[in-house]
């Protein structure tokens, strides 16, 4: 599962569409958390799609992630600012890949 306290256990990578990447990442094997707020912990993500299917706001869009042994897909949390806390994205991901910070 995704760690909760990757924001201590981890240090921005890079950016990507907008959001923090939180490392490491070597491409393409190891590509690390995507977003904050959404983080969604890409080398646990295996493109289930649920997130993307169920998430009331539209906060997940696919990326192509070729190579990477878990999935070839991933859900970018690309509009984690519209985020409504709702957590359904948390409930339905397979392999806990998610994390949101409901404060
Ligand atoms: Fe979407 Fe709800 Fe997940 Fe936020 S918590 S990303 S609104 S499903
Ligand atoms: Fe990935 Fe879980 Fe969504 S496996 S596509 S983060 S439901
Ligand atoms: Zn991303």
């Known amino acids: 599962a995704i760690d909760p306290s990757?924001?201590?256990?981890?240090?921005?990578?890079?950016?990507?569409?907008g959001h923090e990447?939180?490392?490491p990442v070597e491409e393409p094997e190891t590509l690390g958390i995507h977003g904050t707020h959404v983080a969604v912990d890409f080398d646990i993500c295996l493109g289930d799609g649920a997130c993307i299917d169920d998430c009331p706001v539209d906060v997940f869009e696919w990326v192509d992630t070729p190579g990477h042994p878990e999935s070839e897909l991933k859900?970018?949390?690309?509009?984690e600012d519209q985020c409504i806390d709702c957590m359904i994205c948390v409930d339905v991901c397979p392999v806990d890949a998610i994390d949101?910070?409901?404060?």
């Open 100 to 103: 949101v910070d409901a404060g």
């Open 6 to 17: 990757f924001e201590e256990n981890r240090e921005v990578a890079e950016e990507h569409e």
């Open 75 to 79: 859900a970018d949390p690309a509009n």
């Open 21 to 23: 990447v939180w490392g």
